[in-house]
């Protein structure tokens, strides 16, 4: 059975159906939001604790909030075109877009990430398990000079390979700025 959830985001109201992603979640279950609203803390009144802020998806098409595909709380949002994962960052502001079809990402398989980050300063990442394993960064990060992806920031391009399956926490760092986002590896 599906769960309903009300989230309130300044004078907008959003009704989720189904679950908000977090850890454990089934991966059966994808919740569907009706309307659109803006980030927690972007206008009025933040997303109640523990659900993630639906936002528009980079298209601006109602995006779905998919349950068990992120990992740590990490909400990844499906819409037209490909799944994108909102950062928690400090001093900026941070978007992934996962070049699969849908996630969970596959290990032993080059990945590109593109990442948009705002804030000042070339780009480091990297990708840990908590066990200390780290993925291999086949290439990048590469500046872009544009795209038709808009989310705020820079964009640069990754590609990784992530060796085993887990809870990956890819962390961006700049010379202002910073921040992470889980990624679900099967």
């Given amino acids: 059975m599906s769960a309903l959830r009300v989230l309130v985001t300044g004078s907008m109201v959003v009704t989720v159906v189904g679950g908000c ?8 279950n994808a919740g569907r939001a009706s309307g659109t ?40 949002f499906l819409g037209e075109g490909f799944p994108e994962v909102r950062g928690t960052a400090r001093g900026a502001e941070l978007w992934g877009l996962l070049f699969v079809e849908q996630p969970p990402l596959s290990r032993n398989k080059e990945i590109k990430i593109v990442w948009r980050m705002t804030g000042e300063g070339p780009l480091r990442v990297r990708a840990t398990l908590p066990d200390g394993s780290t993925a291999k960064l086949a290439w990048g990060p590469e500046q872009h000079g544009g795209s038709t992806w808009r989310r705020p920031g820079q964009e640069w391009g990754t590609g990784f390979v992530f060796p085993k399956p887990g ?4 962390e961006l760092t700049r010379t202002s700025g910073s921040g992470h986002a889980w990624l679900l590896v099967k």
Avoid: D, F, I, Q
């Avoid at 992603?21 to 059966?28: D, N």
């Avoid at 206008?43 to 740590?72: D, F, L, Q, R």
């Avoid at 809870?167 to 890819?170: G, I, M």
């Fill in 21 to 28: 992603a977090g850890g454990g979640g089934s991966g059966e």
């Fill in 37 to 76: 609203a803006l980030p927690a803390g972007a206008s009025g009144t933040a997303a109640p604790e523990g659900n993630p802020a639906v936002v528009p998806s980079a298209s601006g098409a109602t995006p779905v909030v998919s349950e068990g595909k992120g990992c740590n709380g990490a909400p990844v």
């Fill in 167 to 170: 809870c990956w926490k890819v």
